[in-house]
T-cell receptor, first 113, second 113 residues
Framework: DARVTQTPRHKVTEMGQEVTMRCQPI?????VFWYRQTMMQGLELLAY????????DSGMPKDRFSAEMPDATLATLKIQPSEPRDSAVYFC???????????FGPGTRLTVL | DQQVKQNSPSLSVQEGRISILNCDYT??????FLWYKKYPAEGPTFLIS?????DKNEDGRFTVFLNKSAKHLSLHIVPSQPGDSAVYFC????????????FGSGTKLNVKP
């Protein structure tokens, strides 16, 4: 049963702390996406990678957010320092070809106090 | 500036009746549209899609209609079932970037038994 996995599922932290979220895409998928879901904006695309190379990170606040793919089985999204406005659900998704749909993980619910 | 808009945050329907979820878009370059369904504590899952060369696509109880002149699409669920209760996201992309999906803010559907 191939699926995208994300850890942790929930994270509560204090303002100013570093947060790292991890994603394991579906094996064989070469494109990985990071989204953020908020009540007001719905699903916002933060960044995406193809074959581990960043293609677009224009949706990501550059000063505090960073996204990487250390290898084909792991994508990370870091926030440093975190702020209360970063509280949201962060989704990772992967897809296998340019025309394939995107498969989402269960999300990481982040709360910054 | 949201290019895909779902103006109804919620919808309540009686079991067995038709559910109609609406979505409007502003970008005339969009040529492919998708609907995703999301249950609580899970990631969105692909439901149905439609290309701009069509005006209707049907899959079982789910039908998506596209009105290009009005830049409007809708998802019909007939008959609605309690298990359809979820948040439904509309998404769109252009032919120039298959990977970049623009999502709406979602409509929460409640199907009452």
């Amino acid at each position: 049963d191939a699926r995208v996995t994300q850890t942790p599922r929930h994270k509560v932290t204090e303002m100013g702390q570093e947060v790292t979220m991890r994603c394991q895409p579906i094996l064989g998928h070469n494109t990985v996406f990071w989204y953020r879901q908020t009540m007001m904006q719905g699903l916002e695309l933060l960044a995406y990678f193809r074959n581990r190379a960043p293609l677009d990170d224009s949706g990501m606040p550059k000063d505090r957010f960073s996204a990487e793919m250390p290898d084909a089985t792991l994508a990370t999204l870091k926030i440093q320092p975190s702020e209360p406005r970063d509280s949201a659900v962060y989704f990772c998704a992967s897809s296998g070809t340019e025309t394939d749909t995107q498969y989402f993980g269960p999300g990481t619910r982040l709360t910054v106090l | 500036d949201q290019q895909v808009k779902q103006n109804s945050p919620s919808l309540s329907v009686q079991e067995g009746r038709i559910s109609i979820l609406n979505c409007d878009y502003t970008n005339s370059m969009f040529d492919y549209f998708l609907w995703y369904k999301k249950y609580p504590a899970e990631g969105p899952t692909f439901l149905i899609s439609i290309s701009s060369i069509k005006d209707k696509n049907e899959d079982g109880r789910f039908t998506v209609f596209l009105n290009k002149s009005a830049k409007h699409l809708s998802l019909h669920i007939v008959p609605s079932q309690p298990g359809d209760s979820a948040v439904y996201f509309c998404a769109a992309r252009t032919r120039y970037n298959f990977n970049k999906f623009y999502f709406g803010s979602g409509t929460k559907l409640n199907v009452k038994p």
